[in-house]
Structures are given as C-alpha cells and as structure tokens.
C-alpha cells in the first residue's frame, strides 16, 4: 500500500465527524470543538506545482529531495490529530481570512531562519511534532533516511529507513493515542519523548 493511501485512509476514518474541502482542494477531517469552535483533527493540503516545489528550492538554496518533491506533487503537507505531527508546505500567503488560513507550516523558516546552527548543508527540514515537545524532523539528503532531532539540536534521537516509512510508522503510532472523537486518551502523555 502507498503510504499516502494509508494516511488517507487514517485521517478519513475522521469523516463521521465531519469533512470539508477548501476551493484550494485542502481538505479537512473530523470536527475537534473540544480545542476550538473552528479545530479539525486532520488537515491534508492540496498539492503544489513544481514551479512552487523549485521556488521552495530556490528559498532554501538546496534542491527539494526527490521523495519530498514527490510528495509535494500529492500534498503540500498536512497536519494529523491537531497538530500533533505536521509535514510542512509552500505557504503562499499569510492571510487569516476564512479558507486561507489553512495552510501548512512553512517549510522554508525550518530551513533558513530558524534553521538549527548544527544543521549540516544535507538535511533538508520537512516538519515537526507541536512546539511544546520541541521536535523537528529533517531528510538527511545523503541516505534519504529521516531523523528527528530536539529543536535545539540536529543531533538524531531516532530515525526512520525512508519518508514513506516514518509517515506510516507515526501516523499509525498517534492514532492509539487517541480516542473515536479525536481527544487524547491521556492529555498528560506527549505525542512523542
């Protein structure tokens, strides 16, 4: 199975409590009032051009590594049970009005000026768990296997074999943490130590 297909299916099984698609194509899953009156649990963002994949290139002064360029072609990004894993996006714009605030985080501030000052020239930041746990994820261009490291450090605290296999793996790992409304079975436990 594709590991978008098996996201997709992941983040649909929300739909029973309700599903929206933006006129962008970002479509959202499962209604969350429980965090505000406006929160959804999951939010996969519409595909992006490569012409957008290149500016994100340019921004950053590195070409988008393959599978991440793929990736983007499908989704720019998302965000699964509110923010508890996001993969970062071209942000086109800043607005807060109604559809266009959603948007992924944007993954070029990772890369450039909140880049980590121990980040080597190979890793390629493509997202992070909420702020409150401290975690960034990054690409290591030389072997495509995915790290996450503190925000403070790219030293590795664990890693994953590919892109496809850390989204399976985390994904499929945070939908335990979490009951049929999309609350978290134990609020005091965080989404990854």
């Known amino acids: ?13 929300a739909s029973g409590l309700g599903h929206k698609t933006l006129a962008d194509g970002t479509q959202l ?14 939010a996969l963002f519409a595909p992006i051009s490569d012409y957008q994949i290149d500016q994100i290139g340019s921004a950053v002064g590195s070409s988008v590594p393959e599978v991440f360029r793929d990736f983007l072609t499908l989704a720019n990004g998302f965000s699964i049970f509110s923010d508890s894993l ?4 071209y942000r086109s714009n800043y607005e807060r009005t109604t559809d266009s605030v959603w948007q992924p985080f944007n993954i070029i501030t ?9 980040a080597s020239d190979w890793h390629f930041f493509i997202g992070g768990y909420p702020c409150g746990t401290g975690y960034f994820l990054y690409i290591d261009t030389r072997d ?30 945070l939908t335990v943490l979490f009951d049929d409304l999309g609350r978290k079975i134990n609020p005091k436990e965080p989404v990854v130590s």
């Open 1 to 13: 199975m594709h590991y978008l297909q098996h996201l997709s299916m992941l983040i649909q099984k």
């Open 29 to 42: 899953f499962g209604r969350a009032p429980h965090i505000a009156p406006e929160a959804w649990l999951h």
């Open 86 to 89: 996001s993969i970062y996006g």
């Open 110 to 118: 990772p890369n450039t000026v909140e880049r980590l000052s121990d």
């Open 144 to 173: 495509q296997k995915v790290y996450r490291c503190s925000r403070s450090s790219a030293r590795p605290l664990q890693q994953w074999n590919s892109f496809p296999e850390m989204i399976v793996k985390e994904s499929s790992r």
